[in-house]
């Protein structure tokens, strides 16, 4: 079982919906959990972060941790064409970093 | 810009020969990591150094070299390319271990295609 499952997708949605990422884990020592957003034939960017579990708004993303579920989730309201990309989670405990797979987003105009 | 540099962007190789793919970064991380990303399998570790002087394998080290001669360069050399090497490699470097929210910076990446 691999420590960090994503569904790759592809997930396709019409400009200016509510868009959910999601992410798995078995390693209930995860305790930092990332997003990360990779336009294609560029590196992965951080877009944002949380401390185990609860919630972060940050503009229109929203990033939701559910430890006694093992379950991140990240929102995108108001979707945007300029948010087409994969997106990765990634979670880390110690020194250790586990990524997802990412998920393929794209926003039609 | 502070950042990652890696170079070359992208290079065809012919399998058996050598290369040497380099990263440089200029924002004083003491970690650095190399990692390959392939369709379906995500990212996955090759080599890291939690600072200058250090290095370990990751998950997938075989047929990679690493070293840190420095704070700012992690040259990652595959010594007798193989196709299986086909990928782009993504060099990514982190500030002082131990610090909570933090993450990595990535550098643009080098697609490699070894035939």
């Known amino acids: 079982q691999k420590e960090v499952e994503q569904d790759p997708g592809p997930l396709s949605v019409p400009e200016g919906a509510i868009v959910s990422l999601n992410c798995t884990y078995s390693?209930?020592?995860?305790?930092?959990f990332m997003w990360y957003r990779q336009y294609s034939r560029k590196g992965p960017e951080l877009l944002m972060y949380?401390?185990?579990?609860g919630n972060k708004e940050d503009g229109r993303f929203t990033a939701q941790v559910d430890k006694s579920s093992k379950y991140i989730s990240l929102f995108i309201r108001d979707s945007q064409p300029s948010d087409s990309a994969t997106y990765l989670c990634?979670?880390?405990?110690?020194?250790?970093?586990?990524f997802g797979t990412g998920t393929s987003l794209t926003v039609i105009p | 810009t502070a950042g990652i540099t890696q170079a070359p962007t992208s290079q065809i190789l012919a399998a058996g020969r050598s290369m040497t793919l380099r990263c440089t970064q200029d924002?004083?991380?003491?970690?650095m990591y190399w990692y390959r990303q392939d369709l379906g399998l995500g990212l996955r570790l090759i080599h890291y150094?939690?600072?200058?002087?250090?290095?370990g394998k990751g998950e997938v080290p075989d047929g990679y070299s690493v070293s840190r001669a420095n704070t700012d360069d992690f040259p990652l050399t595959l010594a007798s390319a193989v196709p299986s090497q086909t990928s782009v490699y993504f060099c990514?470097?982190?500030?002082?271990?131990?610090?909570?929210?933090?993450?990595?910076?990535f550098g643009s990446g080098t697609r490699l295609t070894v035939v």
């Open positions: 990514a470097s982190r500030g002082i271990l131990g610090t909570g929210g933090d993450g990595y910076t």
């Open positions: 390693n209930s020592a995860f305790q930092y």
């Open positions: 924002m004083r991380h003491n970690a």
């Open positions: 990634a979670m880390r405990t110690g020194n250790q970093f586990y």
């Open positions: 150094s939690n600072t200058a002087g250090t290095t």
């Open positions: 949380t401390y185990s579990s």
